[in-house]
């Protein structure tokens, strides 16, 4: 079965440059979740998007900005990156009505130096 | 402020025993409440959820149980087996306009199943 798709798998920047991170749901899934996980710790609910609107929003910093675009396919987008902003990036999608389940992708690892 | 707690941060369990991992809440309006199991570097894998006004889902060999009154759930995966050695993950959401809001986690259980 298909399954969210992130890309890419590990991306390394150095301080103050701009990353961009994409997913892809899985198919006919209509809303997109990002979360970030530091070391140790448990995800965090950044953003979220359904049927191309921001419909959430959680601890996101105002250097992050997101969208979702017609294929449903969503990026982060991260400038003037920080040494604390090394984490691993998730990304679920879920159907609008269904009973609540999200489908995580295997995760950007973002390192900052 | 943690609104969903797991407590115990590790657990080890004998090859075909009970595992019972513990999940606690304090936000009431959760309605529906999810776990997942994760291996390090990979992205969380659903394991099975139940919405706030049901007791009990049962899949395969794994159940989850809810007590709304205490804010507890639980999950119970019998037998247990080597292969489900893994960090799981207790989330909880709710209901926001025509579809659930982002997930709150846990801070996970590391789960050892010894042959």
């Known amino acids: 079965a298909a399954g969210v798709i992130q890309s890419p798998r590990h991306l390394i920047k150095e301080k103050r440059e701009t990353a961009t991170l994409k997913c892809y749901p899985i198919?006919?899934?209509?809303?997109v979740y990002w979360y970030q996980q530091g070391p140790g710790q448990d995800p965090q609910f950044l953003i979220s998007?359904?049927?191309?609107?921001?419909?959430d929003k959680g601890s996101i910093p105002d250097r992050f900005s997101a969208q979702q675009f017609s294929d449903y396919h969503s990026e982060l987008n991260m400038s003037s990156l920080e040494l604390g902003d090394s984490a691993l990036y998730f990304c679920?999608?879920?159907?609008?009505?269904?009973?609540?389940?999200?489908?995580f992708g295997p995760g950007t690892r973002l390192t900052v130096l | 402020d943690q609104q969903v707690k797991q407590n115990s941060p590790s657990l080890s369990v004998q090859e075909g025993r009970i595992s019972i991992l513990n999940c606690d809440y304090t936000?009431?309006?959760?309605?529906?409440f999810l776990w997942y199991k994760k291996y390090p570097a990979e992205g969380p894998t659903f394991l099975i959820s139940?919405?706030?006004?049901?007791d009990k889902n049962e899949d395969g060999r794994f159940t989850v149980f809810l007590n709304k009154s205490a804010k507890h759930l639980s999950l119970h995966i019998v037998p247990s087996q080597p292969g489900d050695s893994a960090v799981y993950f207790c989330?909880?959401?709710?209901?926001?306009?025509?579809?659930?809001?982002?997930?709150?986690f846990g801070k996970g259980t590391k789960l050892s199943v010894k042959p």
């Open positions: 198919p006919r899934h209509d809303t």
């Open positions: 998007f359904y049927e191309k609107m921001q419909s």
């Open positions: 936000n009431s309006m959760f309605d529906y």
């Open positions: 679920a999608s879920s159907l609008p009505r269904g009973g609540g389940e999200q489908f």
């Open positions: 139940i919405s706030s006004i049901k």
């Open positions: 989330a909880a959401s709710e209901l926001r306009g025509r579809s659930q809001g982002n997930l709150i």
